[in-house]
């Protein structure tokens, strides 16, 4: 099991940025990013697996990045022209596959969230 755990959420308006941190307990095949708003299931924001091959959701491409600190345990997601639907809780994963996804039950281990909100 891989504990995680997620900070740098905030409240920020439209066209601001935040940076989203997760520390774990240690790297496993896939790392990744959800996010869950009021209402909606948890979608797939974005993924890296051991080789930095990342992945993005289509509503994120171009505006989010994704990436991590092998020498920290350290996962990164970096927030850029927020809009106000970019408004959710935001979940670190980690899963032990060598081929990532954006796929909720691709993900075995999860964090306990961070909040997101984006004012217009």
């Known amino acids: 099991q891989v504990q995680l755990v997620e900070s740098g959420g905030g409240s920020v308006q439209a066209g601001g940025s935040l940076r989203l941190s997760c520390a774990a307990s240690?790297?496993?095949?896939?790392m990744a990013w959800f996010r869950q708003a009021p209402g909606k299931g948890r979608e797939g924001v974005a993924s890296i697996d051991s080789t930095d091959r990342s992945m993005y959701a289509d509503s994120v491409k171009g505006r989010f990045t994704i990436s991590k600190d092998n020498a920290k345990n350290a996962l990164y997601l970096q927030m850029n022209n927020l809009r106000p639907e970019d408004t959710a809780v935001y979940y670190c994963?980690?899963?032990?596959?060598?081929?990532?996804?954006?796929?909720?039950?691709?993900?075995?281990?999860w964090g306990q969230g961070t909040q997101v909100t984006v004012s217009s």
């Open positions: 240690r790297y496993t095949g896939c």
């Open positions: 994963a980690a899963g032990t596959s060598t081929r990532c996804t954006l796929w909720v039950a691709w993900y075995s281990d």
